[in-house]
């Protein structure tokens, strides 16, 4: 069953940009998005960014000043806007929503940043 949905992924050159969305499959599901992941082949998944209660934001040291995570309310939906991209943000992009104790992941979205 799948609970939360990521878009926006795809091909970008060195410097260019672009813009991911998460939402929880069911407005009704209670499932709140907190934040982006992502993970390369033979590496463990990586923090990207958080959003979290009011509105508490976290970066990785590696993204600081190029990623911006938001979060629109009403659609329960968190952006993840990517600029100035490096070769190294390279991966499987994947976002986490939260229910009480619970974590659920999507499927991912492929980022690859190559001329």
């Known amino acids: 069953q799948v609970h939360v949905v990521e878009s926006g992924g795809g091909l970008v050159q060195p410097g260019g ?5 998460c939402a929880a499959a069911s407005r009704a599901s209670g499932i709140i998005i907190v934040g982006w992941y992502r993970q390369v082949p033979e590496k463990q998944r990586e923090f ?4 979290i209660g009011g509105g508490t934001i976290t970066y990785a040291d590696s993204v600081k000043g190029r990623f911006t995570i938001s979060r629109d309310k009403s659609f329960n939906t968190v952006y993840l806007g990517m600029s100035n991209l490096k070769p190294e943000d390279t991966g499987v992009y994947y976002c986490k929503g939260r229910r009480g104790t619970y974590d659920y992941w999507g499927q991912g979205t492929q980022v690859t940043v190559s001329s």
């Open 48 to 51: 990207v960014a958080s959003i």
């Open 17 to 21: 940009s672009l813009r991911l969305s």
